[in-house]
């Protein structure tokens, strides 16, 4: 049988993978989501307990290089691992592959001191990194501008002051990696380096919490004089945006999986009501205004599902990938935004209220054309690429 969201079909040789992590995200990920939503000390013991599971399961660390502990499933397999998985926004933590930006990028960039030191007990889940770019008062689309500045210390290694904001899972965070301008002034194009701050320093501190339409996750921080040593740079002094762009790449196209298994768990619910709420004149789902809904929503999900995979297969192949990611990043953000808020509206009142995932589902989806660059700033990028396309 087709599978509802259309091409491309899982391939053979990962599709009980897919279906052992989705069974997994759903028995067990799924009814842990109220606690894990409220964070705290509740929401962590489930959380390792959730982890040990998907150890024992051989679940653990799927897209993970081998060398780091992972199981190394190559990006165009682990895509549709990942659109199962991200069905919760708990399952890439609960099954080990939410290190996978940190860990490949401290892997692939960072010094012999931190390639030996972090991104195998990152994979491990046995520290825990955020990344830093985003500033109050001063526009994230345009990192020319980043305040927070680094100046040589005397002895050799860096003094860190700024303010950064709307990091994710900052206050559990054992690691930050911090963009910061090393040389020059504002706006040049030059000058801006990563540096891997660990939270423990003296002078780093989180601020405040700031919830996004309710929900609790990002944070705000403040480094005032951290000492970071010269190991900790990231990169090559005044490379960051080329290592920022590698990970971005790499992390919108997650993302975007992630919100396709998010969109389909919208629209099995919008199903499922649509088949099961009657009314006196039958079933919601023989109205035409429904299924209108129906239509728009699988359209969106089949239309945006290519374009995600079109990035994966030139990720996957090393290739540039900037109109792909661009495209797919735009149209999976719309795509869950609007398969929650049709699946609310088939659910009325109770679409908006605490029994259904529904509320979260449809704020991701307004958070995801935001974060990691917002639809304007990838519709101009797509744009004028596409203007210059032979
Ligand atoms: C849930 C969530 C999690 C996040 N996690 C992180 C994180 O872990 N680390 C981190 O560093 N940041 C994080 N962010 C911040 C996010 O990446 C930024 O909000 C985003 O890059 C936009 O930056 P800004 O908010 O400063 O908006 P601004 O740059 O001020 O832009 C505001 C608006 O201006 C318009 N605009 C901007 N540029 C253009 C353009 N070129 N053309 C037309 N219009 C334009 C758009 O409408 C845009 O939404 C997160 C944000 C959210 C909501």
Redesign the pocket.
Known sequence: MTEITGAPVCPPAVTELRDRVAAFVRERVMPGEPVLDAGGPEAATLLRSLQREARAEGLWALPLPAELGGQDLPLASYAHVAEAEGASDHGPAALGSAPLLDALMLWRHGTPAVRDRYPARLAAGDLRA??????PG?????PFLTATRAVPRDGGGWRVSGR???????ADADLVTV?ARTDGEAPDREGLSLLLVPARTPGFRVVRELP?LGAG??WEIALDDVAVDAAHLVGERGEALAVAGERLQLGRTLRCLRWLGQARRAFDLMRERAATRTGSRGPLGDLQLIQRHVFESLLALRTTRPLVYEAVARLDAGLDARVEVGLAKVAAARTLQQVADAAIQVHGAEGLGPDTPLPALFR?GR?A?????????H???VARRALRMP
Not at 130 to 135: G, I, Q, R, S
Not at 165 to 170: D, G, I, K, P, V
């Open positions: 955020c990344y830093a770019m985003t500033e001063v526009p994230g689309t345009d950064k904001w709307f990091t994710s899972a900052a963009l996004v996750g990002q991701t958070a054309r935001i974060l990691d660059g917002p639809d304007e700033l519709i101009a990028s």
